[in-house]
């Protein structure tokens, strides 16, 4: 009876040998270093999951990428989500992408606090004013940064099939070819299919049905209670619409939601959507954290018969809830099919293809940033099947105008990092503001 026991116990530990509690520590490490944007936070996951912890290999962690590319909504935190799933289950899956957004959601409720609270003294005006032309510049810096990746990859991939490399030949399947050339035996998991990783029509209806409940029971229960026309339930509607329409990562989200959110249902003005971002650039966790600030100033300024501040918070909480929760439906659901075809031909090319749909996207963020930061007023143009907005030439601040373009010298020419370049915006629009120059 003891050998039988004992025996369980070893059929229940992870064959790679991480435990749950080694991962906790990894996960939670993941997330008080990801600052930055999705980009960055990929960068640290890599480093630390496939480079120093080898848990998986660069091979199987690109698959999983370009999943959470083709998913809607964020790709950094859907890709802690798989990792976390492979590893560990739907548990390593839970705490993988929970951890992730912890430490965002703690600073950007208490920078929200500050904000709703401050926000009109000129000083703190001043200080988001050159956060602004940081936040300009490095989404800038996103859009030249994916067309040179996406070029790139294409140029490589054009010249290795054309050389008839062995390296850029692929098998038709998982599992085979030689583990030693693609570095697969280097990591912990290997390239085997975890038992918990074969879908299965009953699996999939049971994840389905969990997590949709998570997910829409909450928004249908203020729909009926509160009614659709109650900031909450807008909340809640708004951006559970979101996490189904908005693909192509962080800046592609934000391009839907900055526009809905101020000319569509006028919870923020084009300058504060810029100081939320800000704030997320600036705080670890994913960069749509930012939607929690969207939330909370949405509820704030409509708080019905509650205390504006805790209307903010419930409405920053509930804003974060209906976005990350579908995350974890589309890797649970989706993630055993995409292990099942590892290695499949088609469906690699379809899956790094989605990448250059993202380019047209983030670029229409950069305009609109572009436009509200630099000019203080702008026209909307509507007309043959057109929608979008022109500057006022005559409105141009100078003063932005020029941050602008020192941020973007910064970061492209000296190869400054983002902090230390958000840091001296703010210095800069604090020094304006004592010198009487805003």
């Known amino acids: 009876m003891a050998e039988l026991s004992i025996a369980e116990g070893r059929r229940s530990e992870p064959r790679h040998g991480v435990s749950l509690r080694e991962a906790f520590n ?190 829409l029971v909450p928004v249908i229960a203020l729909l009926v209670i509160l009614g659709k026309a109650n900031v909450f339930s807008e909340i809640g509607v708004f951006f559970s619409k979101m996490a189904v329409v908005t693909f192509g990562g962080a800046y592609a989200v934000l391009a839907y939601v900055a526009q809905e959110a101020v000319e569509h249902y006028h919870w923020l003005k084009p300058g504060e959507m810029l100081d939320g971002l800000g704030m997320a650039e600036t705080t670890p966790g994913p960069l749509i954290m930012v939607l929690q600030f969207v939330g909370f100033m949405a509820a704030f300024r409509d708080p019905g018969a509650l205390p504006p501040m805790l209307a903010g918070t419930l409405g920053g909480l509930l804003a974060t809830w209906v976005t990350f929760t579908p995350c974890f439906l589309w890797i649970f659901l989706g993630a055993p099919f995409v292990e099942v075809l590892r290695g499949n031909r088609a469906l690699n090319g379809a899956l790094s293809a989605i990448t250059a749909a993202v380019v047209g996207v983030v670029l229409n963020l950069a305009i609109w940033f572009a436009l509200h930061t630099i000019f203080r007023e702008v026209t909307p143009v509507r007309g043959y099947g057109l929608s979008f907005e022109t500057p006022v030439l005559a409105s141009v601040d100078l003063w932005a105008l020029a941050l602008s373009v020192a941020a973007a010298v910064a970061i492209f020419r000296f190869k400054t990092g983002m902090i230390p370049t958000l840091a001296a915006c703010c210095v800069a629009g604090v020094v304006l503001y004592l010198l009487g120059l805003l």
């Not at 038709?172 to 299919?193: F, I, N, R, T, Y």
């Open 26 to 215: 990894v996960w939670l490490r993941v997330a008080m270093l990801s600052f930055g944007g999705p980009a960055a936070q990929i960068a640290v996951m890599h480093r630390i999951l496939v480079e120093e912890k080898r848990w998986v290999s660069e091979s199987r962690f690109l698959v999983a990428l370009n999943y959470c590319m083709l998913l809607p909504g964020p790709e950094a935190k859907q890709l802690a989500v798989y990792i976390g799933w492979l590893m560990h289950r739907t548990i390593g899956g839970i705490m993988a992408g929970s951890l992730f957004v912890v430490p965002g959601m703690v600073s950007i409720m208490a920078l929200s606090y500050v904000y709703a609270a401050y926000g009109n003294v000129p000083l703190v005006v001043a200080l988001f004013f050159g956060l602004k032309a940081a936040v300009l510049a490095i989404v800038l810096e996103a859009v030249f940064r994916i067309p040179l990746i996406i070029l790139a990859a294409a140029l490589i991939g054009f010249a290795g099939a054309a050389s008839g490399a062995e390296v850029f030949k692929t098998d038709g399947g998982h599992g085979k070819g030689d583990p030693k050339q693609s570095g697969v035996a280097e990591s912990l998991l290997g390239d085997e299919l975890p038992e918990h990783a074969r879908p299965t029509v009953a699996r999939a209806l049971s994840v389905s049905a969990v997590w949709l409940a998570l997910w």
